[in-house]
T-cell receptor, first 113, second 118 residues
């Protein structure tokens, strides 16, 4: 079955340290992949997306993600986190031509001083 | 980017009553909108796909008679939770697809509606 897995439910990182959030997918073909961030009281915001081409994708807020077909992964990274990066992060995959998304379980990021 | 609004942001109702949630695309026309449900500390679960002018397509396990969806215009979709019960309490989120060329069009999400049924 098609699935999106985020192995880490919760990550704590110090401000200024690097951050990597893991995402694995299980699809037959190359999926269209997304990373969204959800802050309290706000809607999901798209950080970046991968459809094809360069496997290293640059997004907003200093985030980037790398698509690795061999590992079925699409991990999100940021070199230096800010306190404002504390939020819930979701990896998602496009599942059909109508635009339906399947989301991973999410990773809660806590940033400590 | 495009903006999607939801109203109300939170609602508390008595068991047995119906609640309507609105989802609006403010600066673009959305031929397709999606409704999600999110339980605390959990991911978003797609409930239904709403296409303007046609009946919504519900995901397996979602009661179409309980969760009525109407997409009467290109900027408005509504979700009505009929005869709400405490187990319907949840965070409901809509998204709207900006039609630029296909299924890979960016989806914009509303801020969500917190429903509490007493």
């Amino acid at each position: 079955a098609q699935s999106v897995t985020q192995p880490d439910i919760h990550i704590t990182v110090s401000e200024g340290a690097s951050l990597e959030l893991r995402c694995n997918y299980s699809y037959g073909a190359t999926p269209y992949l997304f990373w969204y961030v959800q802050s309290p009281g706000q809607g999901l915001q798209l950080l970046l997306k991968y459809f094809s081409g360069d496997t290293l994708v640059q997004g907003i807020k200093g985030f980037e993600a790398e698509f690795k077909r061999s590992q079925s992964s699409f991990n999100l990274r940021k070199p230096s986190v800010h306190w404002s990066d504390a939020a819930e992060y979701f990896c998602a995959a496009l599942t059909d031509s109508w635009g339906k998304l399947q989301f991973g379980a999410g990773t809660q990021v806590v940033v400590t001083p | 980017g495009a903006v999607v609004s939801q109203h109300p942001s939170r609602v508390i109702c008595k068991s047995g009553t119906s609640v309507k949630i609105e989802c609006r695309s403010l600066d673009f026309q959305a031929t397709t909108m999606f409704w999600y449900r999110q339980f605390p500390k959990q991911s978003l679960m797609l409930m239904a796909t709403s296409n303007e002018g046609s009946k919504a397509t519900y995901e397996q396990g979602v009661e179409k008679d309980k969760f009525l969806i109407n997409h009467a215009s290109l900027t408005l979709s509504t979700l009505t939770v009929t005869s709400a019960h405490p187990e319907d309490s949840s965070f409901y989120i809509c998204s709207a697809r900006e039609p630029l060329g296909g299924s890979t069009d960016t989806q914009y999400f509303g801020p969500g509606t917190r429903l509490t049924v007493l």
